[in-house]
């Protein structure tokens, strides 16, 4: 975790450091080891250094080369360093200028060097979590990349005469020539609980890199290109189960290796499930396998709800933690509850993309940076790489393996349980039907399978008509050439825009509490390997995350390994929304910003409040929550 910011001026216009400093000074959580600037004709960069990897204790940023001909700012860690290294021609080592003493090259290095070799293309050659910027001073053009995964975010405005580039949007909005205006559509996407395209933003004339792309800009325009996605022909088949699992494993315990490089100890969110479970386990076994790598300590953090005993998930995370000995230490979750601290802590300025745990994600990351943490390991993305309802129905029914999808629909109904028909319905006939070009067909599968669900009551369709919510495509599905229905499936839910944003979201708490955020399941590697091999290994009825069940076979305590499942801390949310928190919301909804601006019907949304008791309806409810917090605290 660190940060950057720059101006560039096509008009020739000097950019002074007191510009840098204000955006700098807007995320100085991001730059606890220093923040450092550059200047140079019409161009002027600034870098927040957060020391995490042994190489980063020794970055020098801005970094520059050949005289200034190309700058550097980035927030990276490189994964693939040996190989880039090879492939460069480099050195392992270099020194610091004017210094006897040479040091490891660092990820910036090996970022500005991969750029000087290849220019642009370098970003197909770079694997990990990075964004960065390249003052290209010979041509007079920025050069910008972000992750394919999203794990690091990169915002910027492009003006007549300039751009203007960040990690977070309030750096953008500390300028005050920068008109800070709500970009309703997006606002809109937010309270209707529907996606909305990557680029997007909460805030008029400000723009998010997506992820897998690049930036080109210069005096006559700017182009954004897509550098990486999956390759649809790819693909990896080996004789039996065993193969597939062991390969797993290599590609996961790789993974894992690459985010314990820290110079300080490392928390783990570690849950009753088996995303972050396969994450703590494998990270305690490589400590114990190779000692003498410096593994830096991992301290676990359990979520404890005495409170509401269903919801607790310790008698699972502790099985992992004492296998491992790592120190745990419990988050007292009954204490976080969702307005526990509005209106002093609430929504980011950045946009209203809030969860309703958020305070208790909070809690966590506060104990953890308390006790001397520089990074927190998470589990996030398990559940869009081996979980999820996946299945390759579709395609044995295509193919003529009849009598192996009737067993396998008879086990689904058993596993659910439910009837043959309803699993055969959900499973197999509505994905077929939503891959069928007739629109009324696909319609009615997306109304069945709940994509195209009808926006709340309480939207004023006057705003819902202003922003589009009724024309055009309710949902930025993403899109691959992948041969497969079940394959289409798992890579819409992996690059779908609510869980990017998601992930935008966690990087920058954790970042407000001075820690790295690291998912191993994120992992580019990862993701290309279980896009290239038959669904059906990844998950059967019955066996969900299957693959990755049978890779944590004598990795992960036995016991954990068969009774991990997820926990949903609803009971929470239930009770301390309606009952010990009541007055707090009846307020926020009594005096509604959402209303007065038109957006929602405030009636309708209070007296759903009053009388709705389901469990499910924090999905349309929590969001107009979030947005009148955030509109109270920022545009109030």
């Not at 096509?10 to 995320?27: K, N, S, T």
């Not at 994450?279 to 953090?301: D, T």
């Not at 305070?359 to 993305?381: P, Q």
């Not at 509505?430 to 009808?454: D, I, N, S």
Request: net charge neutral; proline share 6%.
């Amino acid at each position: 975790m660190s940060g950057l910011c720059g101006i560039v001026s096509f008009d020739g216009a000097p950019i002074y450091v007191e510009a840098l400093e204000r955006m700098a000074e807007a995320a100085r959580h991001r730059g606890p080891d220093g923040m450092s600037y550059w200047t140079g004709e019409a161009v002027g960069l600034a870098h927040l250094a957060r020391w995490f990897t042994p190489e980063s204790r020794h970055e020098q940023q801005p970094l520059s080369a050949k005289r200034n001909q190309w700058v550097l700012v980035a927030d990276a860690r490189i994964d693939n360093r040996e190989d880039l290294i090879a492939a460069l021609g480099k050195p392992e080592t270099a020194s610091n200028e004017g210094a006897q003493a040479s040091f490891p090259l660092t990820d910036a290095e090996l970022v500005l060097a991969a750029y000087e070799q290849w220019g642009p293309d370098c970003v197909t050659h770079l694997i990990g979590d990075f964004a960065f910027a390249i003052w290209d001073g010979q041509l007079r053009r920025l050069f910008a990349a972000r992750d394919a995964m999203a794990m690091r975010a990169f915002y910027y405005r492009i003006e007549p005469r300039r751009l203007l580039f960040a990690s977070e949007v309030s750096q953008l909005l500390a300028d005050p020539s920068v008109p800070a205006r709500i970009f309703e559509p997006a606002l809109g996407a937010w309270l209707a609980n529907i996606d909305y395209p990557l680029d997007w933003t909460f805030y008029e004339g400000i723009q998010q890199l997506p992820p897998g792309h690049t930036l080109l800009a210069d005096a006559f325009g700017h182009k954004v290109k897509k550098f990486w996605d999956v390759d649809p022909d790819h693909r990896v088949t080996y004789r039996n189960d065993a193969e597939y699992t062991e390969q797993f494993q290599e590609l996961f315990e790789q993974a894992v290796a690459c985010r314990l490089r820290s110079i300080a100890p490392i928390g783990i969110s570690l849950s009753g499930g088996m995303d972050s479970g396969s994450v703590a386990s494998m990270a305690g076994l490589l400590c114990e396998r190779y000692p003498a790598n410096g593994c830096a300590p991992i301290h676990a953090y359990c979520y404890a709800y005495d409170g509401y005993p269903e919801c607790d998930e310790r008698h699972i995370s502790d099985l992992v933690a004492r296998r491992y000995g790592m120190q745990v230490t419990p988050v007292p979750s009954d204490r976080a509850s969702p307005l526990k601290d509005y209106p002093t802590d609430g929504p980011h300025r950045d946009g209203p993309s809030v969860g309703p745990y958020q305070a208790m994600v909070e809690l966590g990351l506060k104990m953890a940076h308390s006790d001397g943490m520089r990074g927190m390991l998470y589990g996030t993305h398990g559940d869009h790489m081996v979980g999820g309802s996946t299945f390759e129905y579709p395609e044995m029914l295509l193919s003529g393996r009849w009598i192996s999808l009737g067993r396998d629909l008879l086990e689904h109904g058993k596993y659910r349980p439910q009837p043959i028909a309803t699993a055969a319905w959900h499973h197999l006939i509505v994905p077929l039907m939503q891959e069928a070009r007739l629109g009324a067909v696909r319609r009615t599968a997306r109304r069945w399978m709940g994509g195209a669900a009808e926006r709340p009551a309480w939207i004023r369709p006057d705003f819902a008509r202003r922003v589009g919510l009724d024309e055009g495509p309710r949902r930025c599905i993403p899109q691959a050439r992948l041969r497969g229905i079940s394959r289409r499936k798992r890579y819409q839910g992996m690059f779908a825009p609510y869980e990017r944003n998601n992930v935008v979201v966690l990087e920058r708490m954790c970042a407000q509490f001075g820690l790295e955020r690291l998912d191993p399941w994120g992992d580019r590697r990862i993701a290309e390997f279980v896009l290239a091999v038959p669904q059906r290994v990844i998950c059967r009825a019955g066996e969900r995350k299957r693959l990755a069940r049978s890779a944590m076979r004598g990795v992960m305590p036995e016991t954990a390994r068969r009774g991990a499942r997820k926990f949903y801390p609803v009971p929470l949310y239930q009770h301390t929304t309606r009952v010990q928190e009541r007055a707090i919301v009846l307020e926020l909804l009594t005096n509604s910003q959402c209303a007065a601006r038109g957006y929602l019907d405030g009636r309708l949304l209070k007296h759903h409040f009053e009388t709705s008791d389901s469990d499910e309806e924090s999905d349309a409810f929590w969001p107009a929550l979030a947005a009148e917090m955030w509109l109270r605290s920022y545009w109030a």
